[in-house]
């Protein structure tokens, strides 16, 4: 053994407690020297490179105590960033992980004598989500970082956008149960109402095959117009209703004459996601071929019978100023909320760009109303003959809700109602 492996037990002993933290009333911040008891921070105090320390802080004191805070805040943020970003946390516990690092700025040192006040300052400040407990101060981290904010803002939008999707959906899906509600029998009592498909239920959907093709007395029978109106409406109603009660019957009548020959196939029990898909392809073909079947009749109907059948009318336009009029599209954050078009997606659905917080949404126009600006206002014209045209307010009547409008271009004064025009943005 050399020289210098050779230690006594008083120096080993010595190295042994210079690893680990010592107290922290024994540690000189400005020196960065830890005493191990009271009698050595009594003498590094006496001592003359402590004093040459001591006048430089008088001189500058708030300055050096502020920088010690900065550097303080800084490392024990960024603990929090990178172990604790996404928890809820005990501060006792992110302040145990800090304290591990020997060479940390003590707490002492800085413009907080407690941790408590330190934890106050956070929550003051906005850096993190503090909640005090008979446990202690909890505290949560608020992550302001850009791409996260992007990500978190593109995560909500998608969100909504989903939202407004199953909304319409629904609503189309009342509408529909309404419509079929009225063209019911008198006699008939019965309300239909959505139920839950059953595996019964499925099995016949995965079986059906509608060939819905126009009757011979419709067309033959042009002459009398009321009997062909009839024959379509009960037609659809009885299409609607009774869809999956003759195909049930037809199946039944097909396995009792071929048991013989063609045995039931196996059938794998499906999974809750495959069910799901298995619906909604389901409902995508039958919307589509009820569509189909709808256009048939109506190709077949007399001009006559159009005024009886309105359809909506599309009335967006590119940039002009709407008010969105939903209470239930995200829990009624956006109701009554003013935006523009900044583009047309298809017939009936608008992006619109909120005026106040910038938010783009995509929504139909059930949802939306026109905005009615003050008079020598540029309005833009939706409705009629001059949709798309521009024109100005001249007076607003609010008894008959319309308003006296000049076109420039054509040189012409009319009257429109409030649903036939809206603001230019």
Known sequence: MGKGDSLTPKQIANKIKAKGLQRLRWYCQLCEKQCRDENGFKCHVASEPHLRQM???????????????????????????????????????????????????????????????FVKYLGKTSKCIVEETPKGWFITYINRDPDFVMKKESEERKERMELNEEERQRLQI?????????????????????????????????????????????????????????????????FDRNAFDKVSTTNNNNNNDNNQT??????????????????????????????????????????????????????????????????????GK?????????????????????????????IDQTFLETVIPQVDSTVIIVNGKYRGKEARIESVNFDDFNAKLYLKDNDLKITLPYEDFSKKY
């Open 55 to 117: 006048e430089v802080f008088s001189n500058k004191s708030s300055f050096i105590v502020s920088q010690y805070s900065k550097e303080f805040e800084e490392d024990f943020l960024r603990i929090m960033s990178r172990q604790f970003i996404n928890s809820r946390v005990l501060a006792n516990q992110v302040y145990a992980e800090y304290i591990k690092e020997r060479h940390h700025i003590h707490m002492n040192a800085t413009e907080w004598t407690t941790l408590t006040e």
């Open 174 to 238: 009342e509408k529909q149960i309404k419509e079929l509600n009225k063209n019911r029998n008198e006699n008939d009592n019965q309300e239909i109402k959505p139920t839950q498909l059953s595996k019964e239920d499925l099995e016949i959907m995965s079986s059906l095959e509608l060939s819905i093709k126009p009757t011979t007395a419709s067309l033959s029978s042009s002459s009398s117009t009321t009997t062909t109106t009839t024959t379509t409406t009960t037609s659809i109603s009885s």
């Open 262 to 331: 063609n045995p039931k196939p196996y059938t794998k029990k499906m999974s809750a996601i495959d069910e799901i898909m298995f619906k909604a392809k389901e409902k995508e073909r039958l919307q589509k071929e009820k569509l189909e079947f709808e256009k048939q009749q109506q190709q077949q109907q007399p001009n006559s019978n159009n005024n009886s059948n309105k359809e909506e009318i599309a009335w967006i336009i590119k940039d002009i100023v709407v008010k969105i009029i939903d209470k239930e599209l995200s829990h």
């Open 334 to 362: 956006y109701y009554k909320q003013k935006g523009y078009i900044v583009s047309v997606e298809n017939e009936f659905l608008a992006k619109v760009k909120l005026l106040d917080s910038g938010d783009i949404l995509k």
